[in-house]
DNA sequence: CATTTATGTCAACGTCGCTGACATAAATTG
DNA sequence: CAATTTATGTCAGCGACGTTGACATAAATG
């Protein structure tokens, strides 16, 4: 271990300093940005087409889910999503009225009502998808597969132990292929 | 140029081929979750603290653009939260009112609104980006200095160009220290 | 049979986007 | 100087999406 006695060190330190003991404010600022106007670029395709029909974001989170494991419960998906009962619904019926999403009555659990996306909805929520799939794709092309690792590595930590937990389950437990 | 001749080319493309030109299904779907999740992560401490006072997020990106760009004006910070004139009143009136937030006459152009955060509002900033700043130098310091490069490189792939430049020039633009 | 669970629905509310229109003051330009 | 443009503020109204609290139904469970 150096030397680190009072008299060698600075009186002051810069606010930037790198060599201090974790990220700088500047790094720590960036990275807040980075989040917004990242999150911001990564949304706006699919809610450009949204706004276009009558549907918002939320119509896209949930046709997403349901897509990526279809059968799964209301129960489920309210989890995942981390919304109310009422929202959800709001969300849900024009899904269901419009013919994108279907109810199936749980075998097992006949109060439950599973949820499948249709021919429909299938196509409607790739049509979402694929502008924000192009940009992950370019992204990820582009910054190589170290960058990749990274990026989940830095996203992953950021949540807490249980809101980890969940969101990998929900992607380790997505529908193969 | 390679031979890309239909012969030496497979009938059938594994839908999860890693050797394909560019990144698997499944790590598109696990980007796009991880945006999500993360996104939400980030945001939830300063919603929290922001839902218990009148204020919501909106408010916290405002306080947060002008304690890091002291003396932008009303089309600026426009600009950077790309919402409308009447948006962006309807969260900067009571930021105003409730003295976080001063407006003063620009000097060169006396029609603009040059803001500034008054020394309550640097400090509820403060108070809203703790948390955030807490997370991210915990997912940053776990995840190594490698990582959070191919975070940020990830994340400003993902902006279009135009998009970029701007969240470049507002990062390297917000004032120094 | 009583309770709990899964779901749906109603009323009321708040935040935060939007559009379109109009007003004011200051800068700019012909 | 008069006309125009620019920077900002404000009004009315709307839509999407989140909230809470209460209540209803059907099915599972003890």
Redesign the pocket.
């Known amino acids: 271990m150096p030397d680190m006695t009072a008299s060698k060190m600075p009186l002051f330190i810069a606010c930037d300093d790198e060599e201090h003991d974790g990220p700088s404010e500047r790094a720590l600022r960036e990275g807040a940005e980075l989040m917004f106007f990242g999150y911001r670029s990564f949304t706006q395709d699919p809610d450009k087409i949204?706004?276009e029909?009558?549907?918002?974001?939320?119509?896209?989170?949930a046709l997403h889910f349901i897509g990526t494991q279809p059968g799964l419960?209301?129960?489920?998906?309210?989890d995942i999503?981390?919304?109310?009962?009422?929202?959800?619904?709001?969300?849900?019926?024009p899904l269901?009225d419009d013919g994108l999403v279907e109810?199936r009555?749980?075998e097992?659990?006949?109060?439950?009502?599973?949820l499948f996306l249709t021919n429909d909805g299938v196509a409607f929520e790739e049509r979402l998808s694929a502008p924000q799939r192009a940009r992950l794709t370019r992204a990820f092309r582009e910054a190589g597969p170290e960058a990749v690792e990274g990026f989940r590595f830095v996203l992953e930590l950021m949540m807490d132990e249980e809101q980890r937990k969940q969101a990998l389950t929900v992607i380790a437990g997505a529908k193969p292929l």
């Open positions: 949204l706004s029909l009558d549907y918002g974001r939320a119509h896209h989170r419960s209301v129960a489920e998906l309210l999503l981390d919304v109310t009962k009422q929202s959800l619904a709001r969300v849900l019926k269901i109810q009555v749980g097992n659990d006949r109060r439950q009502r599973l």
